[in-house]
């Protein structure tokens, strides 16, 4: 059994999640933001952007490592997005190329 989001159970074609938990007046999260933005169609994934203001739960679990990225359900960065660090964690899947024989 493998766990959701290795890259055993993913196909190589399949678009990474990459989730950006952040709130209001963090200038962390903006920074984490643009870092996500620039690189997203170089890096060929998914964006979401969830606002935690004002959920208790997820202010409970994610305000004091704001800004909080996930790639496929797995927390991989806290505070600072790092181009070479997403870069290496998404790099592990190629993209498909578009020559065909």
């Known amino acids: 059994m493998t766990k959701r989001g290795s890259v055993a159970s993913r196909p190589t074609s399949e678009v990474r999640d990459v989730v950006l938990y952040h709130a209001a007046g963090c200038h962390l999260c903006?920074?984490?933001?643009?870092?996500?933005?620039?690189?997203?169609?170089?890096?060929?994934?998914?964006?979401r952007e969830v606002d935690i203001t004002g959920d208790r739960e997820l202010e409970a679990r994610y305000r004091e490592f704001l800004p909080v990225v996930e790639i496929d359900g797995e927390r991989a960065f806290v505070y600072h997005?790092?181009?070479?660090?997403?870069?290496?964690?998404?790099?592990?899947?190629?993209?498909?190329?578009s020559v065909s024989l």
């Open 30 to 47: 903006g920074r984490a933001r643009k870092t996500l933005i620039t690189l997203q169609e170089e890096l060929d994934f998914a964006l």
């Open 81 to 97: 997005v790092q181009p070479e660090g997403l870069r290496r964690k998404l790099g592990t899947q190629s993209r498909p190329s």
